[in-house]
């Protein structure tokens, strides 16, 4: 019924930069939050950054003033430009959103997407 697609992954030098996107498809009528988590081989999965449902913006310390988090409403997708990587933001990038479906009542439930793989290394 929903689909997160992510893309943009891949393999960049420490210091370059790389931007993700995810777009959210389906049977949707409402989002309320929507954002990035990242889970590194060994480490559980951990907030990026992300939306929330009242419309501010969070981002984890670690990555606080080298990333940035964007969203096309209309287009139901959310961007993670992501500046001066290190080799430790090396992880499987994961999209996730917070959204009600057409047709059904309730609170919102959690969806995620398949991940894509950010590697930096030299």
């Known amino acids: 019924q929903v689909q997160l697609v992510e893309s943009g992954g891949g393999l960049v030098q420490p210091g370059g930069s790389l931007r993700l996107s995810c777009a959210a498809s389906?049977?949707?009528?409402?989002?309320?939050?929507m954002g990035w988590y990242r889970q590194a081989p060994g480490k559980q999965r951990e907030l990026v950054a992300a939306?929330?449902?009242?419309?501010?913006?969070k981002y984890a310390n670690s990555v606080y003033g080298r990333f940035t988090i964007s969203r096309d409403n209309a287009k139901n997708t959310v961007f993670l430009q992501m500046n001066s990587l290190k080799p430790e933001d090396t992880a499987v990038y994961y999209c996730?959103?917070?959204?009600?479906?057409?047709?059904?009542?309730?609170?919102?439930?959690?969806?995620w997407g398949q991940g894509t793989q950010v590697t930096v290394s030299s």
């Open positions: 996730n959103a917070d959204l009600t479906l057409l047709g059904a009542a309730g609170r919102p439930s959690a969806y």
């Open positions: 389906g049977s949707i009528f409402s989002i309320y939050a």
């Open positions: 939306f929330t449902s009242g419309g501010s913006t």
